[in-house]
Each structure stands twice: as structure tokens, then as C-alpha cells.
């Protein structure tokens, strides 16, 4: 991808895939692409909006976003949820794109097609059909169906049914190409048959594409271990420490330390943390430190790598 889609898939990452849809985010971006080249689309347009278009529902609670799934709610009640998270994605959007200096008149075409990728009624440009049928096709893919059935109360031959009318329905996809992706898609899972089970189908399936592409969108990090010392059980380590507890929060709000985690094994290693920093940049840091410059704590450095956004589950 472009510098620029990768920039905007970091910023976006943090908001991704939170309707219990692990995987939704690359899986809709995978096909934006292969759509992109074979329909003619505007990448320029396309690729941003399929990355942005549901960031929106990381905005509501748990609760509410996962209502969509809610066979037992109102119809009118989910149809809000979506209209919600439109709101919301169209608000993050315009946040992300502006922090990278997109194009205004990219950005614009690209609000509008974010702003009622779900509830618009028919299509109005290649480009919003394009980003729409993406989205779509998730449903027909392995991570797609993986992630249903972990959500499943009908059995596989009802899904595959209501996914084959889906598919079938007059202009559900803009684009003959998607359509036949879909039915190719849905071939393969009739064929395979209802392979997954309950507990495998709460993890999606990692492909070798998956992961090439997540590995290429990997940057260097640092990795700190730091270790206490026989100074340790002196007295007034404590407060040193303590202090040295509040530095890390203001690294921590700074975006130097995005985690932290003290070890409470009672082992002689006192704490890890992963700095958005070079080793060299993460050494002066460290140096700096009130439980390093005491002689309370020692630090080992080590350069690592990882995906930008991740981050430790709330829950």
C-alpha cells in the first residue's frame, strides 16, 4: 500500500473490528484492493473509506454496537445502532484523514461514502459501490463465517442459505465481479461443509496473505527489562520507586511507554515495558529514570518489532 493508507491503517487500527468481527478491517481492505484494480476504482478514494468505514462503532459501548446481532431486538432498535456508528465513523474519519493531510476533495467523496455505507439505498458512484461491496464480501470469506458461526444459532445449511439469497438479491452488489467472488466464496464453504466448531469458530483462520500483510505493516519498537537491585531493600526504595511509577505514567500519556507491566512473580526482574522509541532514544530515556539513577533499578534494552495499535485487551 501507499505510505499514506498504511499511515491512516495505523491511526484507524485502534478502532477496528469491535463488533466481536476479528479480522473484518483486513479482510474488507483485502478485497477493496483486488476490487480496486479489477473494477478501475480510485484507489485514492476507495482504500481510506474501506479502512475508516466502521471505525464508528468503536464509539458506542459494547452493549449497543453488538445489538446489530440481537436477532431478539427491534429492527428499529439495530437500524439506529447503524446509523450511529455511521455518525461516529464519519467524525473519527474526518479526524485521521486531516491528521495526515489528506486531499479535501478526497476526503470529502470519502466522508460520503462512509456516511451511509450500510443504509443507503442504491449506489451512487463506482467508488461507493466499490467500498460497499468489500464490506459485503467479509460475510462470504473464511474469517467472515468463522467469526458467524462463533455467533450462530442456526445451523450451517440455514446460514449458507440466507447468505445465497443475499448474494442473489437485485442490486445488493454493485459490481458483477464481487458477486461472482461471493458465490465463488460460498462454493467453497458448501463444499468444505461445517468444519468449524463452536470453539474454533472463535478464532478466525489466519491465511499466509493475512499475514504478510500485517507483517508488513510491523515497525520497530524497544523492549525494556528492568531489574531491582540489593538496593532494592533498603529503606526509602519505596519512594524512589514510587517515583519512578510516576514517570512511567507520564511517559505513558506522552505515547513513549504504551505498556507497562510490573512482574509480580517476586523474580529478581522488576518490570517490562515497550517504548515507541529507537534503542538509543529508549537509553537516554532510561537513563533519566529515578530508580535507575538511584541504583535501585538496572535496565537491559532490545530492539523488537510489532504492529502498530495493538494494544491489551480490556476485558
Known amino acids: 500500500m501507499k505510505d499514506v493508507f498504511n499511515r491512516i491503517w495505523e491511526l484507524a487500527l485502534p478502532y477496528q473490528d469491535k ?20 473494477e478501475k476504482g480510485n484507489e485514492d478514494v476507495v482504500i481510506p473509506a474501506i479502512i475508516l468505514h466502521d471505525v464508528g462503532y468503536s464509539q458506542l459501548s459494547k452493549a449497543r454496537r453488538l445489538t446489530v446481532f440481537n436477532m431478539g431486538a427491534r429492527d428499529e432498535d439495530r437500524r439506529t445502532v447503524v446509523f450511529e456508528h455511521q455518525i461516529e465513523s464519519i467524525k473519527l474519519a474526518a479526524k485521521i484523514l486531516r491528521k495526515v493531510n489528506y486531499p479535501e476533495e478526497l476526503t470529502d467523496e470519502i466522508l460520503e461514502i462512509v456516511s451511509q455505507h450500510d443504509t443507503r439505498e442504491g449506489f451512487i458512484s463506482k467508488n461507493e ?31 449458507f442459505k440466507k447468505i445465497e439469497e443475499g448474494i442473489n438479491r437485485p442490486n445488493y452488489f454493485y459490481s458483477e465481479t464481487a458477486k461472482q467472488m461471493a458465490l465463488a466464496d460460498l462454493k467453497t464453504m458448501m463444499q468444505e461443509g461445517d468444519k468449524t466448531g463452536p470453539e474454533e469458530g472463535k478464532t478466525a483462520p489466519v491465511s499466509d496473505e493475512f499475514m504478510r500483510q500485517m507483517m508488513a505493516q510491523s515497525k520497530e519498537y524497544s523492549v525494556v527489562i528492568l531489574k531491582r537491585t540489593l538496593k532494592r531493600d533498603e529503606p526509602g526504595s519505596d519512594k524512589i520507586v514510587w517515583e519512578h511509577a510516576r514517570r512511567n505514567f507520564t511517559l505513558h500519556a506522552n505515547g513513549l511507554l504504551p505498556i507497562v507491566c510490573p512482574v509480580t512473580d517476586g523474580s529478581e526482574i522488576s518490570s517490562m515495558g515497550v517504548f515507541n522509541a529507537s534503542v538509543e532514544e529508549t537509553r537516554k530515556i532510561m537513563d533519566e529514570d529515578p530508580g535507575v539513577k538511584a541504583g535501585v533499578l538496572v535496565y537491559e534494552v532490545h530492539p523488537c518489532r510489532s504492529i502498530p495499535g495493538s494494544c491489551l485487551p480490556a476485558d
Open 19 to 38: 463488533r466481536d468481527d476479528p479480522g473484518h478491517a483486513e479482510v474488507a481492505l483485502r478485497y477493496a484492493t483486488e476490487l480496486v484494480a479489477l
Open 129 to 159: 459501490g466499490l467500498v460497499r461491496d468489500a464490506d459485503k464480501l467479509w460475510r462470504t470469506s473464511k474469517t467472515g463465517t468463522a467469526a458467524a458461526q462463533a455467533r450462530a444459532k442456526a445451523s450451517a445449511a440455514e446460514r
